[in-house]
């Protein structure tokens, strides 16, 4: 899945989903600008085999949209959207997480 991640390959696993959804927030993106967002945001250099699958999963369930781009001068790309169901899906889920994190907080601090 990754070579250089800052957490461990399950957490990654885990959080993937969400952690594309929350790189699409912003507008939309092919799938090597963002695997490169989320190498950036500490999911380590994320291979084709992981990040393209759950892409199309995404799409599958209409939590992004992708559509061809030509490429000026050079090979076309698809790029990905969130959709308003994808920007739902990841407002719940975040807050599913966030639930997760204080149940496993409680009573260890």
Not at 10 to 15: D, K, L, Q, S, T
Not at 71 to 88: E, F, H, I, N
Request: glycine letters at 18%.
């Amino acid at each position: 899945m990754t070579d250089t991640s800052g957490w461990p390959a399950p957490w990654v696993r885990a959080a993937l989903e969400l952690a594309i959804l929350g790189s699409l927030r912003t507008g939309p993106l092919h799938g090597y600008a963002l695997a490169q967002s989320l190498q950036e945001r500490g999911f380590g250099l994320l291979r084709g085999g992981s990040l393209y699958p759950m892409l199309g999963r995404l799409e599958a369930d209409g939590h992004v949209r992708a559509a061809w781009v030509e490429g000026a001068g050079g090979p076309g790309r698809k790029d990905y959207t969130l959709t308003a169901g994808g920007r739902t899906h990841l407002t719940e889920g975040l807050a599913a997480w966030r639930g997760l994190t204080d149940e496993l907080t409680k009573g260890g601090e």
